[in-house]
């Protein structure tokens, strides 16, 4: 398990920037390799950073499959729909098509729409635990990390690959979320970060030492490598950045 690399970049456009470089480059390396790059996005503000570079990218988007590393279940004309997001920022920009950019089906019920997820992931994965190329993660202000939240029993979840929430501290309560196991088999997980606001969380998780690791920090693919990308505030106060 490599410990996590640290970039940290002088804006919030530079971190932008950074994160969108390193996907098309790990994109476009999957592709020549192995003809497909898998990739899981987040919502809130790593969906913002990576819709301001990827309309950019040279790529073969035909190649992308996407998935979410987590999504609220509201129908996608709530302002909460991650979904609606991208589609509004990156899909109306660039040549993916819509059967690659998987959708969760938000009229079913949430443990239903986090099977029916699950069957999404095997049309790519079909077995074994699933091996993202990247995963673009984010952290909240509490530390959590995809809709895995601080002490919430989901952290242990073992058995699925989207576990449905029915009791997410922050709104909307209902989500599906990956868990630690497909999390931690990814090639890459990438988090970016940005303002001070995020700062004292960003030192817990990354200098912290604790026996109940914030969710965040239990982002340590055993075999991939975990990217921090922040601002100047967001490593404000990080001993690792003096
Ligand atoms: O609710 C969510 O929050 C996290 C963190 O968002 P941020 O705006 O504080 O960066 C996000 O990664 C997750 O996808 C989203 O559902």
């Not at 990390?145 to 989901?154: A, E, I, K, V």
């Not at 449905?164 to 979320?177: F, G, H, L, N, Y």
Request: glycine share 6%.
């Amino acid at each position: 398990m490599a410990a996590p690399i640290l970039n940290i970049g002088a804006s919030e456009a530079e971190v932008s920037a950074q994160l969108c470089d390193l996907v098309i480059s790990k994109a476009n390396a999957a592709i020549k390799e192995r003809g497909i790059f898998t990739f899981g996005v987040s919502g809130g503000s790593a969906a913002k950073f990576l819709c301001n570079g990827l309309p950019q990218a040279s790529t073969d988007w035909s190649k992308w499959r996407i998935f979410f590393c987590d999504e609220r279940l509201v129908p996608f004309s709530d302002p909460e729909c991650t979904y609606a997001f991208y589609k509004a920022n990156l899909m109306s920009k660039v040549p993916i098509s819509e059967d690659y950019f998987f959708a969760l089906n938000s009229e079913l019920p949430v443990a239903e729409a986090a099977a029916d997820y699950e069957n999404k992931v095997r049309s790519v994965f079909p077995e074994g635990i699933p091996r993202f190329d990247v995963l673009s993660l984010g952290m909240g202000p509490d530390g959590h990390t995809c809709s895995l939240f601080p002490g919430h029993p989901l952290l242990k979840e073992a058995s699925k690959i989207y576990a449905p929430i029915s009791d997410s501290p922050k709104p909307p309560p209902q989500r599906v979320t990956l868990t630690y196991p497909v999390i931690n088999n990814a090639a890459c997980c990438v988090f970016a970060s940005c303002g001070a606001s995020k700062a004292d969380i960003v030192q817990q998780v990354l200098e912290g030492k604790s026996d109940e690791p914030l969710p965040a920090a239990r982002v340590r693919p055993t075999n991939g490598e975990v990217i921090w990308i922040l601002d100047k505030a967001a490593a404000g106060k990080l001993q690792a950045a003096l």
